[in-house]
């Protein structure tokens, strides 16, 4: 059975296919229209997918939406009727408005959030995404997913475990913010939801966006700046009230919400403000995530949405007592929601999900054409991992082109720019050259099996590091021998790699181990900043002349910077 399932987000929207019981390929819309976070109906995603699994529009069994009140599509849709525009997006207020007009002027009534009605699921949405879809899957079935069941489904049935917690956590999504499921065999059950009025991802944008950052991208970065600041420093009550049973905000969003932050924050620094809201953020979600395993009795903790992006949020639900084993779906966010659609629709035996290459490859014709158009002088190497170690240990920087693109938010291997990982001043001299700010450190890609001696508390995190999900604290010799990854607060960011799972990368670093004695590199994304991480061998040319890195490794292929 071949399911096509697509997430259509407001921001970050993809594709994927689901044949039977695998994702046999995945991509976000992003790396294929090169802007960042591109959250359109993913019509490039959809043809790239279908042509990469050389499937025909009639191979199609299924095609599958995650989220029903997907604002995206009644946007598309209405926007003749509430003269709203993706521009006049404000939370919560055009929800009021797609509601408003379901209800009033279609005559669809008792209309809520949370239970949208049969014929609006089964009739008008599949009638509205038809028109986006090409004309040759018109026929097909058509369902839609719920936001938070369909991120639910992508961390269950990619984590292996046949019994677990799972968390969901966002922004928002078909008016929800968090949810706790309960999941077992085939099974996902929903026990326990927050309305997104109460949405503690909302109120971590809204900070991002008072600190000066860009909201729904740069929350990362008060994760790291978090780490300069001190807690204590910031004399406002959080303004959240939680106890077991209770989740409530007290506060606004939107330019109210900004107006409130202006006030309480007065006189702070953005550093203060970062670790305030760090820390009140891991303290009220370690409560939530404490009480439904005690509630359970359920040890093992499977998480997605766009919230667990945090990796230091991560590693405090890691920490919590009876926390067994922690797993996080590499692509948290939206543009997950293709795979945990098609994931929920067909309910498969949970399997492990063996690695994020799922998006497009390109052999090494192409990647010689690309070449010879691009005008660029290149050796073949018989093996060019051995080379890339060996430039490596000599201390370039070099950008590494192979096989299969990630599938989520992390590099990991496939699409990295790789350096030496003792250099303490790396983060400021490749960071410029990048044109990034960065408050965290570059994250290290270590042998699996160097684990031990490079982090603690590895235990039960191992799923999560295989993807760059987590942040570990880091060892003694860790912090002595390969100081340009280790953040201020001691800790690091690792993938852990194996050999099953993507063999040539590891091939890389135990040649690069064996001439160094060190068991990791430097690996962070194959990206200028503000550009999603390249994805075809002529965007890895670009990035790689515009960074003006010393060596592109790409194929079999090595290309020198011209001096
Ligand atoms: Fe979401």
Not at 201 to 229: D, I, N
Not at 473 to 493: E, F, L, P, Q, Y
Request: charged share 20%.
């Amino acid at each position: 059975m071949n399911i096509l399932g697509i997430s259509d987000g407001r921001i970050n929207s993809g594709a994927c296919i689901l044949q039977d019981d695998q994702l046999k390929h995945c991509v976000s819309e992003e790396r294929l229209t090169r802007k960042k976070q591109q959250g359109v109906f993913p019509r490039r995603s959809v043809e790239t997918v279908l042509r990469e699994t050389k499937m025909s529009y009639g191979d199609v069994d299924a095609i599958v939406f995650g989220g029903i009140l997907t604002p995206n599509i009644l946007v598309r849709s209405f926007r003749f009727l509430t003269g709203a525009s993706m521009g006049n997006y404000k939370h919560p207020g055009l929800k009021d408005i797609l509601l408003e007009v379901l209800e009033h002027r279609l005559g669809i009534t008792s209309v809520k959030p949370h239970s949208i009605p049969g014929k609006v699921q089964k009739r008008l949405l599949p009638y509205l995404l038809r028109k986006d879809l090409a004309p040759q899957l018109w026929g097909k079935e058509i369902c839609l997913v719920d936001h938070h069941h369909a991120h639910a489904a992508s961390a269950f049935y990619t984590s292996g475990l046949r019994k677990a917690l799972c968390i969901t956590c966002d922004g928002m999504g078909d008016g929800v913010f968090l949810t706790v499921n309960l999941a077992e065999g085939t099974s996902i059950k929903r026990i326990h939801e927050i309305d997104c009025q109460h949405s503690l991802g909302e109120y971590y944008t809204l900070v991002t966006s008072y600190l000066g950052f860009r909201p729904h991208l740069h929350e990362s970065k008060v994760t790291g700046l978090a780490a300069y600041g001190t807690t204590q420093k910031v004399d406002t009550p959080f303004p959240f009230h939680i106890t077991s049973k209770i989740w409530s905000y007290n506060g606004s969003f939107g330019r109210a919400g900004l107006k409130q932050l202006s006030q309480a924050y007065n006189g702070y620094r953005g550093k203060d403000i970062a670790a305030w809201l760090q820390h009140h953020t891991e303290r009220s979600l370690v409560r939530l995530v404490r009480h439904w395993v005690r509630k359970t009795g359920v040890r093992n903790i499977v998480l997605s949405g766009g919230v667990f992006a945090n990796v230091k949020l991560n590693q405090r639900i890691h920490e919590i007592q009876g926390v067994e084993h922690l797993y996080v779906f590499p692509q948290m966010d939206d543009a997950g929601l293709a795979a945990g659609a098609a994931l929920a629709y067909r309910q498969p035996d949970t399997c492990r999900l063996k690695n994020v290459f799922l998006g497009p490859k390109y052999d090494n014709i192409q990647i010689r054409q690309e070449l010879e158009t691009g005008g660029l002088q290149y050796e073949k190497h018989g093996n060019i991992d051995r080379e890339v170690a060996r430039i490596l240990a000599q201390g370039h920087v070099i950008a590494r082109f192979n096989g299969r693109m990630e599938y989520g938010p992390r590099a990991l291997g496939n699409r990295s720019i790789l350096y030496r990982a003792n250099d303490p001043s790396v983060n400021d001299w490749l960071n410029r050259r990048l044109g990034r700010t960065e408050f965290m450190p570059f994250a290290p890609a270590v042998l699996s099996s160097d684990a031990s001696k490079c982090f603690t508390g590895v235990a039960g995190a191992e799923e999560a590091a295989r993807f760059m999900t987590i942040t570990l604290n880091c060892t003694k010799w860790m912090k002595t021998h390969c100081s340009g990854v280790v953040h201020v607060d001691g800790t690091a960011r690792p993938q852990l790699v194996r050999k099953q799972e993507n063999p040539s990368f590891h091939r890389l670093i135990t040649e690069y181990k064996q001439l160094t004695g060190l068991p990791c590199v430097i690996n962070t994304s194959f990206n200028m900043h503000g550009e999603p991480i390249v994805c075809a061998p002529s965007d890895a040319i670009c990035t790689f002349d515009v960074a003006g890195l010393d060596y592109l490794a790409i194929g079999d292929f090595l290309v020198k910077r011209k001096t």
